[in-house]
Each structure stands twice: as C-alpha cells, then as structure tokens.
C-alpha cells in the first residue's frame, strides 16, 4: 500500500536500502579510529576487542590509516611469548585546522591540530578607513587566510578544513545577516574556499561560544545549557545532549529580538531587536562618556559597571534596569528550555560573578526551575575555541571517511 504525497498523488514506499562494501569499509575505519582516539595506543588485537572487528579487517584497515597518516605508531607492547606487538594511535598532528574569530575590527585565527593543540596564532585589525567597510572586513579575512595557510607559521602539517565564526544569523554558510560587520546574504563559505580551496565551516559567534565552553569549559558537565554571549549584541547559543541547537534557518537564539512589553507593539524592529534597544538605551549614556560611539551593548555595559563600582548612584540604577531586562530574557529561555545551565559570555566575563549574583536573585522563586547561572571558564577565548573544535569534528569525519 502506498502514502499519500503532494496533490493526493500514491507514492510507493521505497525498498530498504543494501549497505554496500563502502558503506561498510567507512563504519569499520570509524570505529578504530574512534576507539584509538578515545582509548589509544591499542595493540591490534587490543582494537579487535574492542570493536568486533576481525583480524584480517583490522590488519586491513589499520594498514591503510597508517599509509594515509591518520594512524601511527606509538611504541612496542612486549608479551611473555612471540614477537613484541605495535602500538598504534591516532595521530592528532598529521592533520590541522585552521579557525577564525571575526569580530567587527579584527579577525583572530589559529591553526590547531586534530588532537586539539594549538599550532598557530596570529591576528589582524581591518582597514575600516574606507568607504565600504563591510567588503574590508572580507579582504582582511582572506588575508589572515592566506596567511595562516602559508609556510611562515611553521607548521608542517597539511590544513584539512576552516572554520569561522561570525557575530549574526549563518546558515548553511551564507552569513544572512550580520549588522556590525556590514554583512547580508554573504556566502562566506563560498568566497573562503575559492579563495583557499579546503572545506570551509561557518558558525554563529554564540554557537561556537557555547560549544567551547561544552567542549573546553564551564559546560562541560551539562547535558542541556545556554550561553548567553552579550558583545555588540546579545545574542544565545543552545546545547542539548552536546549537539547545537539551531531552529529553522539557523535563527535559534536571537534573543535580543524578545518583546520586552505590549508597548512593543507599537514599533518595528529590524536591525536591533526590543530587548537588545532597550539595553542599549541604560547602558549608552556611560559609553559616551568614555568616548565610545555606535551601539555596542558590550563596551557600553563595561561602562556602565565601571562607573558604579567608582560609586555612581545613576550607573546603579541604570545597572539595575539592565539587570531586569536580563532576567526577562533567562526567564523566557528558562521556561521554554528548562536549560541545565546558563552560562555568561562576552562583555559579561569582567564582571561575571555579579552578573551571575545579580540574576540568580531575580528568578528564585518565578520561575518553576531556576538553572545554574555559571561563569565563562574561557572568556574571550570561547568563540574560537568552540569553532575549533566543531571544525575538528569536522574533518574527522573526512579522515573517517575517506
């Protein structure tokens, strides 16, 4: 019997599919790999045990990784009886990444291996003087690129794949809508992989601040969290059991554009969202004062923080309108998501522990379940740290399956 598709049509259910002896081969090469990396160095008979495997299928296919150099070996393992038996590991620095933070004067990048080690760093402030400020920030990018995959860093080991995280909305590599960079509908992956000819990953900034702090930590323990990331805008990024939670065209966790009232109805919010206004509005005044232009919340919040630690009675009520605002926002994520824990990011790092102390206190009691609210572990590292590693995962799964 067949199902109904588009019109009334009968559409006959499809015959299950046979694996091949490729699909096979890439399953059996991922369960060695996998079991070396987590468990590693392993004898070959150590490997068949524990992936089920044969002899003549792991002599096999371990001799293939070793020619592709995504295994060596480690040492000798002596017995009692016969010859001493090899040792053999995933070798994490055949291969490396590179990663790329872009933010909207400068763009950091690394070259990391695929065990997580940092090769390479170096950063690069765009030339804003121009007219068109969003096409400088592309050269600058491409010139990092180029420089990273050059032999001026040293690094020996062939680069296997980019990624970049971006502040604004990205999705399946195109960056949709970034304000601060001046990027709309820009295919980033595209221009960055002509450009270097290697598969490019592109990931929204809170995305990969949430990833790394799950990867590398305040997360790590979390089986559902959040990282509220406040920069030149606020903005959230989701786990659930480990993996990004993204939504319909990558837009998850937008929440600066929540409705902070019914008042909101009376506007219309394109480039700044209502909660993401309203902050700006307590927190600007301290940044002009400072000498700070534009509509960063970020820099503008630090303001604000600094003046009343030096005892400003208007910067502790500005402060607590800013806080309010916050609390609305994790009210909103917390009920809907019911996240394990919330961790601060950002602009919020320097005074993490306040800001923690200061929403706590707002949602005991109002809500049914009040997460922990953790501190970034990683601060100004996590966004890059969290591309990294998502791009790791990235070309492993090249390695495995190639």
Known sequence: MGILGEQGSVVKPRAPRTATTRHVTAINRTAILDVLREHGPLSRRDIQERTGLG??????????????????????????????????????????????????????????????????????SFALDGADAGAARIDGLLQLVDRLASAQTGVTSPIAAVGITVPGIVHAGVVSKAVELDWRELPLADIVSARCGLPVHVENDANATAYGEWSSGALGDAHSAVAFVLGA????????????????????????????????????????????????????????REGLHGRRIGPAFRAMMARCQAGDSEAARARDEFFDLMALTLVAISVVLSPQVIVLAGAFAQYSEESAEQLSRRLVGRIPWVPRIAVSELGFDAAITGVSALTIEHARSATYLA
Do not use: K, W
């Open 55 to 124: 002899s003549a299928t792991v002599e096999r296919l371990c001799s293939a990784l070793m020619e592709e150099g995504a295994v060596e070996v480690a040492g000798q393992m002596r017995s009692s009886v016969g010859r001493p038996s090899s040792l053999l590991r995933f070798a994490s620095s055949a291969r490396a990444i590179m990663a790329v933070d872009v933010t909207e004067y400068t763009a950091r990048g690394r070259v990391v291996n695929l065990g997580g080690t940092t090769l390479y760093e170096e950063s690069l």
């Open 233 to 288: 805008r606020l903005s959230a990024g989701i786990l659930n059991d480990g993996h990004l939670y993204r939504g319909h065209r990558s837009a998850a966790g937008e929440i600066g554009f929540l409705l902070a009232s019914s008042a909101s109805f009376a506007r219309y919010f394109t480039e700044q969202g209502d909660i993401e206004s309203s902050l700006a509005a307590h927190v600007l005044p301290f940044a002009a």
